[in-house]
């Protein structure tokens, strides 16, 4: 509803004033949705309402059986040559962020926002195997 109100295509007879409220605001808007549909970037949006960030390279808090986790996964999805292995691969890891997902939306619910942020922590790991996963279908 609020995307259709803002949309740049209702102030096309408008003034250039009004033209650059609709674009930014529609950008706001989008860029709000985006944040607010895939669970990562929402949970770490809700964390920093609370003042909590997670800043790049915090792998020295995470514990190490988890890293020895991303590392296999990250070594089969190196060494994965068909597309069932990576098939394969691309469905722990959503089954993964599934599990994290849920884990995070009842942190949320307690109020465990340090229990938020280890969990989208892990979330991290788990999306940048998806994107890898990603990049590796492409055909070169």
Known sequence: ELQRLVHP??????SQTEKDFSEKHSTLVNDA????????SRGLYL?????????????????SQFLMEIMEINEKLAEAQ????????ESVVR???KELTDNVSRAFERDDF??????L????????????IKLKKIPL
């Open 82 to 89: 068909s597309e069932t292995a990576m098939n394969e691969i």
């Open 114 to 119: 340090e229990k938020a942020k280890e969990l």
């Open 47 to 63: 964390l920093k309402l609370h003042g909590i960030e997670i800043p790049e390279g915090t792998d020295h808090e995470m514990d």
């Open 33 to 40: 949705y985006k944040t607010l549909l895939a669970p990562l």
């Open 95 to 97: 089954a993964k962020q």
């Open 121 to 132: 922590t892990k979330m991290r790991y788990f999306s940048n195997i998806e994107e890898k």
């Open 9 to 14: 295509d209702f102030f096309s007879q408008r």
